[in-house]
């Protein structure tokens, strides 16, 4: 099956009426991508805070010039507040923790589980998302099997960090940790299909996890439609 090399232009499924309830004028702009794993993140922690936002789709061929004005790196995710961008997802996340104080918080009041959080944040980003995406490029099948083990091995420390009873890494309450990571659980049916990876081979918490984090709104309410992701990886990933 072929795919275009294009993307798609806009956001679809229950993201598209996400979309559709933020397209108003607001002093808050998110500059998004749909498809951007990273945009997702930030995406999800608007939703949980609650908060007014404009969400502006960027059109990775054809950018705005007021966003290139800006931002000028035309990078997503960003955030425009008072004519300033800000970008780097976990940098945003931090920003929208501190700029709305009255709003759900999502990161531990604890300075050590604050802290805490933060070094997992980290983990993800550093450990756990380039497995992933080396299992996405990995090509010969001797390279994907050692791709599929690094990332059991990547998600291993992660897993038994997670709180006991969870439902989320730091328990009952979500968090951002819980945000940096989803992006990458909600994409993961890309290498159940294609990588030979399962959800109950990294072992029952991570199965429980996994469902916790794919259920929650702010999650359901940032994701498009699969087929769409999967046009997106669609390179390496032909059948």
Known sequence: MSYPEVIYDRATGVAAD?????????????YAGWFCPYVQRNWIALEEKGVPYQYKEVNPYKKDPHF???????????????????????????????????????????PVERARARIWIDYISKTVVPAFRQLVLAQDPAEQSKALSNYYEALKPFIEQIAPGGPYFLGAKFSLVDATIAPWVVRDFI??????????????????????????????????????????YAKYLQD
């Open 18 to 30: 996400t979309v559709a309830k933020h397209a108003e004028p607001q002093p808050l702009v998110f």
């Open 68 to 110: 290139l004005a800006v931002n000028p790196k035309g990078l997503v995710p960003s955030a425009e507040v008072n004519g300033k961008a800000l970008y780097e997802s976990l940098v945003i996340n931090e920003f929208f923790e501190d700029f709305f104080p009255d709003t759900p918080k999502l990161l531990p009041e604890d």
């Open 191 to 232: 290498h159940t299909k294609y990588r030979g990876y399962e959800r109950s081979a990294a072992g029952e918490a991570w199965e429980k996890y996994s469902q916790a984090i794919e259920t929650r709104d702010s999650i359901v309410n940032t994701s498009s439609d699969k087929e769409y992701y999967k046009q997106i």
